[in-house]
């Protein structure tokens, strides 16, 4: 497909960052969890800075439960029986189709999607680490696995990048991430 032209006054930058629902929202988080009041300041302000439109990923844990949620793992029986059986696959499957649909359109127009930025050590949507059983280990959450998997179906390749939070030098390596890899 063609990429459309804009027009000669339109100042979009054509380049934008997908980002895990709660780096965008703390509010998403479980209860006790929660970083920073609200997005993560360091992140939002420094793509904003450099022109960078940005897409929320669907959170898959509210999309089957509330704020209110406990603290869980992937491990444990909920969140277990969601994301690993087959109606919680079919759940992340769906969101991540629909973002990677999004993702392949972006592309398809012109416009440079230049990272995926997930939530390490969350079940659903950390990219190189996850919970298991109270304990973080190597490894995607489910919702990551389906959307590496849909992006690759629509011929995608963009860079999948985990951010974990609880310290302010967990967050400076997402930044330093961002500095060096998006112009």
Known sequence: ????????????????VVL??????????LDGCACYPGAIPQVVELLVARGYGLLQLPCPEMAV???????RTKEQPFIRQFLEQPEGRACCRALAEGIATQV??????????????????????????????????????????ELRAALATRGVT????????????EVADCIRWLQANLK
Not at 65 to 71: F, L, T, Y
Not at 106 to 129: E, T
Request: net charge positive; hydrophobic share 35%; glycine share 8%.
């Open 158 to 169: 963009v860079p999948i990048v985990g951010m974990a939070d609880d310290s302010e030098e």
């Open 20 to 29: 895990a629902h709660c780096i965008l929202n703390q509010n998403a988080r």
């Open 1 to 16: 497909m063609a990429a459309l032209s804009a027009p000669r006054n339109d100042r979009r930058s054509r380049k934008l």
């Open 65 to 71: 439960s509330d704020w209110r949620r406990s603290r």
């Open 104 to 145: 392949r359109d972006y592309c398809d127009n012109g416009f440079l999607v230049a990272a995926v930025i997930g939530k390490d050590r969350s079940p659903a949507c950390g990219v190189s680490a996850t919970s298991w059983d109270g304990t973080f280990v190597p490894g995607s959450g489910v919702f990551i696995e």
